[in-house]
């Protein structure tokens, strides 16, 4: 693992975390509060705050480490995008299905959970895919 690797899984883990602040803080909130009976409370919530930076630091390390596994010398946008929308479908999507069958969320919100994660995640595809270029195919 070289330099270059951590500093895109760092890079990863910041976007990560601001756009789900963005996604589940602030676009998200209010749909959320209808639902308080499901989540925690702030308070409570704060708690377990280390528990979510450890996941997302892992999300971001497993995305960078995966993504570089299977890197091409293509450019980087085509690369990101696919990749992004390949990690969406493995995760985000099913992940939001498999929550909805189980637990009793508005239709309506899993729809939005899955369009606003799914294109967090493209967007973090290819954020990984630029921190990650080298050679002749780095270019758009």
Partial sequence: MTQRFFVAWLAVFVAWMAGSVIIHGMLLNAEY??????????????????????????????????YRQGVADKPFLGQGLRFGCAVALLTVVPM?????????????????????????????????????????????
């Fill in 33 to 66: 509060a209808k639902l308080a009976n499901l989540f925690r409370s702030h308070e409570d919530a704060g708690k377990y705050f280390g528990f979510m930076i450890a996941g997302h630091v892992l999300m971001a390390g497993a995305l960078v480490w995966i």
């Fill in 96 to 140: 939001y299905l498999i929550y909805y069958a189980v637990q009793p969320m508005p239709g309506g919100l899993v729809a939005r959970q899955i369009v606003f994660d799914s294109a967090l995640v493209v967007v973090l595809g290819v954020l990984v895919a630029w921190m990650s270029r080298e050679g002749k195919g780095s270019g758009v």
